[in-house]
């Protein structure tokens, strides 16, 4: 025993500078650095599966060569990676060609249903949106999917409870509205209604060149709307509530979804995974009554029991993965202060012409990817929150990483400018924020030192009695204003790299104090 434990030390110590020097040779230590590669990797993924897509949608509907169909995708692919949105705005347009080729009504109907979504809710036209309605005509054109299909509106939640639902909401007409199309009767456990013949038949070979368009004249001779086209596909919305029934619940479990992602209702369970019980419980409870109501020939348990735990599964294995693809192209565009407001910190007039979004992810005032990944852009606002973080702007990358830290274990964090909703009064949202948390944590550089704002919110959560943990990001001494209020408090040292290890201590910190004031 004592020989093996003689060797354990030596042993441990070599694995423990391995592991350093990989970690060191990767660039792993500076937090930065790893949330930009990994926005970056999601980006050339998400790009790769917009191309899929792309190549696979564009081959149902006989109009691009071949040779052609490739080289389309790969040019969704180029523009996704350059910029997210770019590659939504191309796969759209050639989408459209296809579908105008093969109906001029149906491609009217294509381009106000989108103009529909985009005055309702934009984001759902957004690369996250796109991907969720890409996968949902994926499925619901191959019968052999069918049974992945409820992952949709689970999946859109993701986007957060308003998004999320106006998303799910979406996918569940699209998906209806596609299958009345071929006429199915169903997809999976989604009832549409009596088989019926298809309502279009797609033109039997393709064009013979791209930049030959003389079938637009063709048919424009057709005439440009088919109305009897248009009334077999919306009539069934008016005349079978189930259709509308299965929208609302689509919206009602996306938007469940979305609600949870910040937090678990499940103790010990990550909100994530919390979330996504939750989807499924609604999905199952709601499917289970529709077909109790209108299902006609009894209810089989069975089938929605394995048509909504397949992808709730599936989905639950995925959470993380979506969280990031999430952040990733679905960047939010945080709310710009008027000239001489401020946010945690700093005068924020000062970024009125920065260049704010790129194609991964934020940009700060200094050009610099912002590290912090936030699965959930758009977060309940209001007082639900444990910790109000305390930052000079200048220090938003920090910033950043210690909310990512502290809400990845489940501590509610408020920072500006991100839980301030646009219009409202920014003195009076950051003073009502102070008031309600628990905790404040302090990030102390040299620029929150001199920050006149910085010490406006200290002094607020000194006169409300709420406990104050500086975290010391620069071994410097307090201003005499700083140090008036802080000058008797235990400081959490965090002056030497890594920043990880500091973070750790940190939330261990933070829970104890939570848990104190709770007891």
């Known amino acids: 025993m004592s020989q093996r434990t003689a060797l354990s030390g ?28 990994l926005k970056r ?108 299909l409820l992952a949709a509106p689970i999946v859109a939640g ?7 639902a106006v998303l799910g909401g979406i996918a569940c007409f699209w998906a209806q509205a596609l299958a009345l199309l071929r006429g199915q009767a169903d997809v999976g456990l989604l009832a549409v209604g009596p088989r019926t013949p298809p309502m279009i038949t797609a033109n039997p070979k393709p064009v013979s060149s791209l930049l030959d ?62 979330a996504v019980l939750a989807g499924v419980l609604i999905l199952g409870a709601g499917y289970s009554t529709l077909y109790a109501f209108f299902g006609g020939d009894g209810l089989d348990i069975g089938a929605i029991a394995r048509a909504i735990l397949v992808p709730g599964v599936l989905v639950a294995v995925a959470a993380p993965l979506l969280e990031m693809v999430v952040s990733a192209i679905n960047t939010p565009v945080p709310a710009t202060p008027q000239p001489g407001e401020t946010t945690a910190g700093e005068d924020y007039s000062s970024h009125a012409g920065s260049d704010w979004t790129d194609a991964y992810g934020l940009r700060g005032e200094r050009g610099i990817e912002e590290p912090f990944i936030d699965p959930y852009p ?37 920072m500006a400018p991100r839980d301030i909703l646009p219009g409202s009064d920014f003195g009076l949202e950051l003073a009502k924020a102070i008031k309600t ?25 000194v006169n409300n009695d709420i406990p104050i943990v500086p975290f010391r990001m620069e071994d410097i001494p307090l201003s005499e204003s700083m140090g008036f209020f802080l000058g008797n408090l235990q400081w959490l040292d965090a002056t030497t790299p890594p920043l990880g290890q500091h973070l750790g201590k940190l939330t261990e910190t933070i829970s104890q104090l939570l848990n104190e004031r709770v007891g």
């Open 41 to 148: 990797i999601v980006g050339i993924v998400t790009a790769l599966l917009a191309g899929g897509f792309t190549h696979f949608l564009t081959g149902l509907f006989p109009y691009y060569p071949d040779e052609w169909r490739w080289l389309v995708a790969a040019a969704v692919v180029a523009l996704w990676v350059f910029k997210a949105t770019n590659g939504v705005a191309l796969a759209l347009v050639v989408f459209l060609l296809p579908i105008t080729y093969t109906s001029l009504t149906l491609a009217l109907v294509f381009i106000v249903f989108l103009t529909c979504v985009a005055i309702v809710e934009i984001w759902a036209l957004g690369p996250y949106g796109f991907l969720v309605l890409a996968g949902t005509t994926v499925v619901v054109l191959q019968p052999n999917l069918a049974i992945l």
């Open 378 to 414: 758009e977060r309940e606002k209001g007082p639900a929150h444990d910790v109000f973080i305390s930052y000079s702007s200048k220090d938003k990358p920090i910033a950043d990483a210690v909310c990512a830290c502290l809400e990845s274990n489940h501590i509610r964090c408020w």
């Open 10 to 37: 030596p042993i441990r110590a070599y694995l423990d500078e391995l592991k350093k020097g990989i970690i060191q040779t990767l660039g792993l230590t500076n937090p930065e650095l790893v949330h930009t590669r």
């Open 158 to 164: 993701f986007l957060g409870p308003r998004r999320g």
């Open 437 to 461: 948390c628990k905790v404040m944590v302090l990030i102390y550089t040299a620029h929150s030192n001199t920050s006149k704002y910085v010490l406006k919110e200290v002094e607020r959560a």
């Open 213 to 274: 368009f003389s079938w637009l004249s063709i048919q424009g001779e057709k005439g440009s709307l088919d109305t009897d086209l248009i009334s077999r596909l919306f009539a069934p919305f008016l005349e079978q509530p189930v259709l509308l029934v299965q929208v609302g619940l689509w919206i009602l479990a996306a938007c469940g979804v979305g609600m949870l992602l910040s937090r678990s209702f499940v103790k010990r369970l990550p909100s994530r995974y919390s």
